[in-house]
């Protein structure tokens, strides 16, 4: 039975292992604070992207064979309805919360609690009460801001984490 799905059974496996990719990796990046990249300099978070398209794309070829051939037409369909499922599922995915969760693993591990409170008395000092302190690449040169996040980075120990 299982024998006259090898492919399209090889290919919903391929599906389903790049989803969960497609979840992981973005924590894995946050965790170890680094941005994973493949040759030609792509982003590795579109390698399952490319892979659920590609799995998707051969499932449907094998859907219409089976179509043409009229056998075994639901199992193939259905395989190829989850491949569909999974593919348009990949956008839905909160990529940045998955960095900033696994980022926010690593900050726990390499800042101590000493410095965790400096950082916190920095902030209360310098920031209102329900203001933001936004990173280096969300202030300009000339603002205060850059003053305050220079003033942040030279006073505590938020440089081990190194660049963001």
């Not at 973005?26 to 680094?34: L, V, W």
């Not at 726990?108 to 409170?117: D, Q, S």
């Not at 916190?120 to 936004?134: D, M, T, V, Y």
């Amino acid at each position: 039975m299982y024998m006259k799905f090898r492919k399209q059974i090889f290919c919903i496996s391929l599906s389903v292992l790049s989803f969960i990719l497609a979840i992981v990796m973005p924590y894995c990046e946050g965790r170890t604070n680094s941005v994973w990249v493949v040759p030609p300099l792509l982003p590795a978070d579109l390698v399952p992207y490319f892979l659920l398209f590609l799995s998707a794309a051969i499932l449907f070829c094998y859907t219409v064979g089976s179509l043409i051939g009229k056998r075994n037409i639901i199992a193939t369909a259905l395989m190829f309805l989850v491949s569909l499922l999974l593919f348009f599922g990949w956008s839905s995915i909160n990529r940045q919360g998955l960095y900033l969760l696994g980022f926010r693993n690593y900050a726990k591990n390499i800042l101590t609690v000493e410095e965790w409170r400096s950082i916190s008395r920095f902030a209360q000092k310098s920031i209102e009460p329900g203001g933001r302190l936004w990173g280096p690449a969300k202030t300009r040169q000339n603002d205060s801001e850059q003053i305050l996040w220079s003033g942040f980075t030279n006073h505590t120990q938020i440089q081990k984490l190194g660049p963001p």
